[in-house]
């Protein structure tokens, strides 16, 4: 079981910045790709920015030049540096995480969720 715990969200003001954190921990194996999603009311969710195993990262395009994804891989966490933040933020975002077991023959995968957090941009 690998659970991802969540933490940075909150209420800021238009401008303002926030750091979302996401920690793995459990039997992990090996993380892959981690992501960011997030899900505005009534609104489908979205992938806002992923980062691959040798750090290539993706960003939609309504969040490039805001948000940074990063990860540290010692701590199995991922971050989500928000900046800029704008009304149209405002979701709740969820930590999206892929590990791979290689220690068997076919490797499996997985994939994992967070608890997601409230992000709310508001004046």
């Known amino acids: 079981q690998v659970q991802l715990v969540e933490s940075g969200g909150g209420l800021v003001q238009p401008g303002g910045s926030l750091r979302l954190s996401c920690a793995a921990s459990?039997?992990?194996?090996?993380?892959?790709?981690m992501g960011w999603y997030r899900q505005a009311p009534g609104k489908q969710r979205e992938l806002v920015a992923t980062i691959t195993s040798g750090g290539s990262t993706n960003y939609v395009d309504s969040v490039k030049g805001r948000f940074t994804i990063s990860r540290d891989n010692a701590k199995n966490t991922v971050y989500l540096q928000m900046n800029s933040l704008k009304p149209e933020d405002t979701a709740v975002y969820y930590c999206?995480?892929?590990?791979?077991?290689?220690?068997?023959?076919?490797?499996?995968?997985?994939?994992?969720w967070g608890q997601g957090t409230q992000v709310t941009v508001s004046s």
């Open positions: 999206n995480v892929h590990t791979i077991r290689r220690t068997v023959v076919p490797p499996v995968v997985n994939e994992y």
């Open positions: 459990g039997s992990i194996f090996s993380i892959n790709a």
